[in-house]
């Protein structure tokens, strides 16, 4: 079964551009959540999709937003970008079912995005 | 609010040794508690997952253990090896409806020769 992928594995911005990043999840899943992680506050949610709807949400400003395809598929837009945007970005995705279910619903990670905004 | 803390943030120790890493949370109401392992630049691989159920789960030379109770888990890596140098960190899934995870900072790992 193929991994978790992410696309582009680098990037580089200036301040003030835009920049979309992709993730596939593991087929079959459902759901699929998207990490912010720098050396300052480490890994740090910012929301979750599941069945095309953001069901979860971190405490990030508005500049950050995502949507998930039919497919599962999920891009994350982050607009206007600011130096302290840079970061690796990672997703995962799980089977996101039910509360009940959520016992031995595991996240897989996928490689990651390397953002730089100079 | 749930908070998970990892202590400590590194650790420096020479192969083959026995090591305990720590991880503390604050809300007990888990579904479940998963350690990952995550190397330079790379994504987070998971190592091991306790239901809130269980007390302990063990894979290879690895052993994690869950005190729900006092809000504790540690995991144990036995003879440590150079390929073991990493950050590990933990994660609990709680929350009501649409739980989330909450990750520790992590507890970055170098094993000597």
């Known amino acids: 079964k193929a991994g978790v992928t992410q696309t582009p594995r680098y990037l580089i911005k200036t301040r003030g551009q835009q920049v979309t990043l992709s993730c596939s999840p593991i087929s079959g899943h459902r759901s699929v959540s998207w990490y912010q992680q720098t050396p300052g506050q480490g890994l740090q949610f910012l929301f979750e999709y599941f069945s095309e709807t953001q069901r979860n949400k971190g405490n990030f400003p508005g500049r950050f937003s995502g949507r998930q395809f039919s497919n599962s598929r999920s891009e994350m837009n982050v607009s206007t970008l600011e130096l302290g945007d840079s970061a690796l970005y990672l997703c995962?995705?799980?089977?996101?079912?039910?509360?009940?279910?959520?016992?031995?619903?595991?996240?897989?990670f996928g490689p990651g995005t390397r953002l730089t905004v100079l | 609010k749930q908070e998970v803390t990892q202590i400590p943030a590194a650790l420096s120790v020479p192969e083959g040794e026995n090591l305990v890493l720590n991880c503390s949370f604050t809300d007990s109401a888990i579904y479940n508690l998963q350690w990952f392992r995550q190397d330079p630049g790379k994504g987070l691989t998971s190592l091991l997952l306790?239901?809130?159920?269980?007390r302990e789960q063990t894979s290879g030379r690895l052993n994690a253990s869950l005190d729900k109770s006092s809000g504790r888990s540690t995991l144990y890596i036995a003879a440590s090896q150079p390929g073991d140098s990493a950050t590990y960190l933990c994660a609990v899934r709680s929350g009501y409806n649409f739980n989330k995870f909450y990750f520790g900072s992590g507890t970055k790992l170098n094993v000597k020769p």
């Open positions: 306790i239901q809130s159920s269980q």
């Open positions: 995962a995705s799980s089977t996101g079912r039910g509360p009940e279910a959520s016992r031995t619903d595991t996240q897989y």
